[in-house]
Structure formats: structure tokens, C-alpha cells
T-cell receptor, first 110, second 114 residues
Framework: GENVEQHPSTLSVQEGDSAVIKCTYS??????FPWYKQELGKRPQLIID?????GEKKDQRIAVTLNKTAKHFSLHITETQPEDSAVYFC?????????FGAGTTVTVRA | DAGVIQSPRHEVTEMGQEVTLRCKPI?????LFWYRQTMMRGLELLIY????????DSGMPEDRFSAKMPNASFSTLKIQPSEPRDSAVYFC????????????FGPGTRLTVT
């Protein structure tokens, strides 16, 4: 099955700086790559997604890039704010189900 | 819409007892997913349904776990007998007809087995 690896596992950034999280996937047939944000004690919520026919997608301060050849995709958060502190999960899918990465705990220092 | 609804929100039970977790998906969503989240294993897909039919239960850890979806608005995940290693947060999620679209997660059930 699909194997998704996510790095780093923890990330600490100064408020206002950028944060980058990287994921790799194993199945070249995967065609849907969402990112979820989970605040402490809350449910995971979709923040952005990208499909294999698109190389980059941006939504305000967050962006995702996809490199199908290398089978990796990344989440970029610019101008980080304290409310960006959370666990971020990448995922990959080629059909019905999602395979999640292990998560990255992002801490934004004031 | 109220979103995905799960009950109970917290469950504390003793080892050996039966536990039943409940989920009501968003109306009109054809896919329903059950996940388990722990610090050690992260988010694991246990089973998912399409139009009330189980499609893939390969993530169900063992025979002690079972799931049903008797109709489009209700699903249960049952653990019998429960063990301390089953302690986790169990999430239910649903999505629209086409696969690969956004999954909406419920608030989760925090299960503690003593």
C-alpha cells in the first residue's frame, strides 16, 4: 500500500518567519494530496489540497507544491502567527482512502 | 449542517468490557471512515464504507473490532472485549460521493480502557 513519510517531526519558528514541511509518497498512482491541521484536543481539518495535474496551489499564507517525478510534496506557511501552532498532517490518495504521514508539530514562538 | 457527530465524547471502561462508539455522518455524504489516533501510531484508518457497504477493513486490528453501517446516517464501531492498548482517540469522518475529496472529521471519542 501507499507509504507517506513526513519531515520534520517537530518545527519551531519565530513569529513572522516561514515554515516548510515535506512529505514523500511511494505509490506513483497517487493523485490527491491534502494537508490537515490539528489543534490540541481538536479534530483534523483540511487546510489545503492539491491534485496531480497541478504543481502548486496557494491560499493566502499557505501554499502546497507537488513534484510528481520525485514523488514529494510540501506545505509552505509564510508570515507565521501564533495561531499556526498545531500538528500538520500530509496525506496521499489514489482512490477512496487517505494514507497519512506521521505529523509535524509546529510551534510558533512569539 | 451540524457536521459529523460522534458519541460519546469520552468513554472510560474496564478491560474486558464491550465498548460501542457511534457516528452520524454529514447528510448526503456517501463515504464514512473510522480512524484511530495514538501518539505511537498516528492516524490509522480502521475501516471505511461507501453507500453503507464496508469497502476496506484491512486496518481493523483484530477480531475484537467490528463496525457496521445499518443506514446512511449511522455507524458504530464496537470493541469486544476491550483491552488497555485500545485506549486512543477514535475519529469518524465522512466525504462526498467522489473519492479523494475532503474528509470532514467528527470531534472524536477519547477511549480509556483501564
Amino acid at each position: 500500500g501507499e507509504n507517506v513519510e513526513q519531515h520534520p517531526s517537530t518545527l519551531s519558528v519565530q513569529e513572522g518567519d516561514s515554515a516548510v514541511i515535506k512529505c514523500t509518497y511511494s505509490d506513483s498512482a497517487s493523485n490527491y494530496f491534502p494537508w490537515y491541521k490539528q489543534e490540541l484536543g481538536k479534530r483534523p481539518q483540511l487546510i489545503i489540497d492539491i491534485r496531480s495535474n497541478v504543481g502548486e496551489k496557494k491560499d493566502q499564507r499557505i501554499a502546497v507544491t507537488l513534484n510528481k517525478t520525485a514523488k514529494h510534496f510540501s506545505l509552505h506557511i509564510t508570515e507565521t502567527q501564533p495561531e499556526d501552532s498545531a500538528v500538520y498532517f500530509c496525506a496521499a490518495s489514489k482512490g477512496d482512502k487517505l494514507s497519512f504521514g506521521a505529523g509535524t508539530t509546529v510551534t510558533v514562538r512569539a | 449542517d451540524a457536521g459529523v457527530i460522534q458519541s460519546p465524547r469520552h468513554e472510560v471502561t474496564e478491560m474486558g468490557q464491550e465498548v460501542t462508539l457511534r457516528c452520524k455522518p454529514i447528510s448526503g455524504h456517501d463515504y464514512l471512515f473510522w480512524y484511530r489516533q495514538t501518539m505511537m501510531r498516528g492516524l490509522e484508518l480502521l475501516i471505511y464504507f461507501n453507500n453503507n457497504v464496508p469497502i476496506d477493513d484491512s486496518g481493523m486490528p483484530e477480531d475484537r473490532f467490528s463496525a457496521k453501517m445499518p443506514n446512511a446516517s449511522f455507524s458504530t464501531l464496537k470493541i469486544q472485549p476491550s483491552e488497555p492498548r485500545d485506549s486512543a482517540v477514535y475519529f469518524c469522518a465522512s466525504s462526498l460521493t467522489a473519492p479523494g475529496l475532503e474528509q470532514y472529521f467528527g470531534p472524536g471519542t477519547r477511549l480509556t480502557v483501564t
